[in-house]
C-alpha cells in the first residue's frame, strides 16, 4: 500500500523560511515522478512543484516566483519541498502526491504551513 | 496554461439522484489528460477518475467521465449519503475552481 506521510508544517513569520519533508513507502519510489500540491485555507487546490524520478528534472509554478524549491533523495524514499521568503498567502496544507498518468494519484494527509505574524 | 472552469458552482441535489458536473477547458487537453477528484473536509483529496473516463483503483462503478477536447463531465447515477463533497477536475498543473455537491 502506497504510504506518503509529510512533515515539517509549522507557524513561520513572514520572510522565513520552511523545509518540507515527504517520506515515501509501499511502491518503487523511484520509478515515479512526485509532485507538491497545496490548499490554502477556504481555496482550491493548487500544484506547487514535480521533480521526476531521478531529481534531474524539476518544475515550479510561476506563481511562486522562485522562491520554492523542489528535491528528492531516492536513497532514503524522500520527497522535500524548501520554502523561502514566506508569505502569508502561502499559508495552507502541503500534500506530497505520486504523479503519473498526467494526473495525481496517490495523496499524503498533508501538513499545515501558517504564514502569520 | 490550460484554464479550467467547472459548473455549477454548487450542486443542490438528494441522495439517490443523478449528479451532473462539468468542466470546460480554456483550450483542447492533449490526450484527454483530464481527471477528477472527489474532496472531503479534513481528508486529502480523492482520484475518481483519470485519462477522461479511466476509473481509479477503488471508486465506484457509479462514477463514470466523459468528454474530449476542451467540453468534459463527471457523472454519479445515483448519490450516495457518501458522496457529498467538493469535486475538483485537474488537467496538468491546472485545477477548476471546484464544485460543492450539497444536501438539498
Known amino acids: 500500500e502506497v504510504q506518503l506521510v509529510e512533515s515539517g508544517g509549522d507557524l513561520v513569520q513572514p520572510g522565513g523560511s520552511l523545509r518540507l519533508s515527504c517520506a515515501a513507502s509501499g511502491f518503487t519510489f523511484t520509478t515515479y515522478w512526485m509532485s507538491w500540491v497545496r490548499q490554502a485555507p477556504g481555496k482550491g487546490l493548487e500544484w506547487v512543484a514535480k521533480?521526476?524520478?531521478?531529481?534531474?528534472?524539476?518544475y515550479h509554478a510561476g506563481s511562486l516566483e522562485g522562491r520554492f524549491a523542489i528535491s528528492r533523495d531516492n536513497a532514503k524514499n524522500s520527497l522535500s519541498l524548501q520554502m523561502r521568503s514566506l508569505r502569508p498567502e502561502d499559508t495552507a496544507v502541503y500534500y506530497c502526491v505520486t504523479d503519473h498518468d498526467a494526473t495525481f494519484h496517490s495523496w499524503g494527509q498533508g501538513t499545515l504551513v501558517t504564514v502569520s505574524s | 496554461e490550460v484554464v479550467l472552469t467547472q459548473s455549477p458552482d454548487t450542486l443542490s441535489l438528494s441522495p439517490g439522484e443523478r449528479a451532473t458536473l462539468s468542466c470546460r477547458a480554456s483550450q483542447s487537453v492533449t490526450n484527454n489528460f483530464l481527471a477528477w477528484f472527489q474532496h472531503k473536509p479534513g481528508q486529502p483529496p480523492r482520484l475518481l477518475i483519470y485519462?477522461?473516463?479511466r476509473r481509479a483503483t477503488g471508486t465506484p462503478d457509479r462514477f463514470s467521465g466523459s468528454g474530449s477536447g476542451t467540453d468534459f463531465t463527471l457523472t454519479i447515477s445515483r448519490l450516495e449519503p457518501e458522496d457529498f463533497a467538493v469535486y475538483y477536475c485537474?488537467?496538468?498543473?491546472?485545477f477548476g475552481q471546484g464544485t460543492k455537491v450539497e444536501v438539498k
Open positions: 485537474q488537467s496538468y498543473g491546472a
Open positions: 485519462g477522461a473516463s
Open positions: 521533480v521526476n524520478e531521478d531529481g534531474n528534472e524539476k
